[in-house]
Nanobody, 127 residues
């Protein structure tokens, strides 16, 4: 059974930083791309960042480009999201997800490209 467990969320002031982590188990982590999505109250889930299976390609939403960095450690089955210069509009529940297909050189930026999801971690940025 595939499990994704996020951690690292919390409350931070605008301009601050947080680092989210997601630990995966239940399938061969190193051959699948990973993504981060977020959902704010009353809004649809949106793409934040993704990284392909070998870490050589990364993708970011325009709203977080230059502030967030996604990375992965295949030896530890983890994917991380370093979030700097946080803004109140970054407030949301953040989810990590594992891609449907293995060995993709590019990684989906739509949620239907992922078939396993974590339970989410709350990030709140105060103004």
């Amino acid at each position: 059974q595939v499990q994704l467990v996020e951690s690292g969320g919390g409350l931070v002031q605008a301009g601050g930083s947080l680092r989210l982590s997601c630990e995966a188990s239940g399938r061969t982590f190193s051959i699948y791309g990973m993504g981060w999505f977020r959902q704010a109250p009353g809004k649809e889930r949106e793409f934040v960042a993704a990284i392909n299976w070998n870490g050589r390609s990364t993708y970011y939403a325009d709203s977080v480009k230059g502030r967030f960095t996604i990375s992965r450690n295949n030896a530890r089955n983890t994917v991380s999201l370093q979030m700097n210069s946080l803004k109140p509009e970054d407030t949301a529940v953040y989810y990590c997800a594992s891609a449907r297909l293995a060995y993709e050189s590019s990684v989906p930026t739509r949620s239907n490209g992922y078939n396993y999801w974590g339970q989410g971690t709350q990030v709140t940025v105060s103004s």
